[in-house]
């Protein structure tokens, strides 16, 4: 059995997703575009703001924070990385203006839609192939759970009669203001036991659903934080450098949360590295992880 001291605090919650991407203006303008997210000044950010960088999200929040690394190769799609980063509106209302906004820009590619039982969710790619999520959880006290795990499924539901339902001229015209974060990471990964082995057993998620190839964990009862599949990119090796994921990045209540994970992480021979405020990690796929204080 886990002990308490080796989880994650229920606290724990992520952080903006950091992209390489080949094209600064324009997925800069996308997101803005797109998704309605605004550009967070360096005052507003966790960290100076460096050139060919550009942090966005909403009301202070970061969302994304792109990185213009040119030169880059395309990320393949049987590769270890990013799934999709899923952004977490407060409202059915508010999700349905930020999918309306997403939709209608022509650069958008909408990839379906489902009702996951615990949340309603919109799936969209950017214009350099990256995986968004846009997605309402329903009342918590209304999951399904077996135990300590969630019951979480994937059943279609009509996209026109939910935004003819929920989308208002109040919602849409206030769509930039309405609350926005990183709900959850969904990752690409080479099996699912290693990833089991490392965000479980060494960083201290719990398990909250596995099925069909894939692995989904949280902190504190959360459907997931995170998840990890292996539906395109089964037996992928470590990461080489691309465009798409560039970090993932998770926050914590307390700097003694950040030790005792660091320690956790010494003591299963993962390399950290500490300046004091932020700790940085690689998963078992290069992916760079850092954790810090909220």
């Known amino acids: 059995m886990t002990r308490t001291a080796d989880l994650l605090a229920a606290e724990t919650a992520m952080g903006a997703v950091t992209l390489h991407v080949g094209d600064l203006s324009a997925m800069s303008a996308y997101y803005r575009e797109a998704l309605a997210l605004e550009e967070i000044p360096a005052s507003g950010a966790r960290e100076s703001v ?3 960088r550009v942090v966005l999200g909403r009301g202070g929040v970061a969302v994304v924070v792109l990185q213009h690394t040119p030169g880059l190769p395309a990320a393949s ?4 990385g990013l799934f999709h980063t899923a952004i977490l509106f407060d409202t059915e209302e508010a999700l349905a203006s930020a999918v309306a906004h997403a939709a209608q820009h022509p650069l958008s590619r909408f990839a379906g839609n489902a009702d996951h039982w615990v949340s309603r969710a919109f ?3 950017d214009p350099e ?4 999520e846009l997605y309402w959880d329903r009342p918590r006290d209304t999951w399904q759970r077996d135990g300590d795990r969630v019951a979480m499924g994937s059943d279609w539901f009509d996209p026109q009669q939910f935004l003819r339902r929920h989308l208002t001229e109040e919602a849409l015209a206030g769509t930039a203001g309405q609350a926005a974060q990183v709900g959850h990471v969904h990752l690409q990964v080479g099996d699912v036991p290693t990833a089991q082995r490392f965000y479980v057993d060494t960083l201290g998620f719990e398990i909250m659903a596995t099925f069909h190839g894939a692995l989904f964990v949280a902190a504190g009862g959360y459907h997931h934080h995170m998840a990890m599949n292996t539906w395109n990119s089964a037996g992928a090796g470590p990461r080489a450098a691309t465009l798409g994921l560039g970090q993932v990045a998770l926050t914590v209540p307390t700097r003694d ?3 005792a994970l660091a320690d956790r992480l010494r003591h299963a021979g993962v390399a950290t590295r500490d300046d004091g405020r932020t700790l940085r990690f690689d998963d078992p796929w290069n992916t760079l992880v850092e954790v810090s204080v909220a």
């Open 50 to 52: 460096a050139p060919g």
């Open 77 to 80: 799609r049987g590769q270890a």
């Open 123 to 125: 799936y969209f790619t």
């Open 129 to 132: 192939d990256n995986g968004v």
């Open 257 to 259: 949360e950040v030790g």
